[in-house]
């Protein structure tokens, strides 16, 4: 059975990562849109979203996570 799966295996024309990054690396790389703007938008976008959540986070006004213990009283208990 190993031969087989072997033989099958190799007709495959399936090429490793490695295989494929050495081949991607010995050709010619002409810059393109990503190569030429990629960082910029990325760190643009960050900011962005961080600038965002932070505007969420202070001024509309919701209360995050406040806790009642403190500011709540017991009522009293009734027998009746």
Known sequence: M???SRNVLSSL???SI???RARQSHAKHSPDFHDKYGNTLL???TI???VA???TITQIGIE???????RVTPKEWNDE
């Open 2 to 4: 190993f031969p087989l």
């Open 13 to 15: 024309k399936i090429r």
């Open 18 to 20: 490695q295989q494929i």
């Open 43 to 45: 760190t643009r976008g």
């Open 48 to 50: 962005f979203c961080v």
């Open 53 to 55: 959540w932070v505007f």
């Open 64 to 70: 995050w996570n406040q806790s009642p213990v403190g």
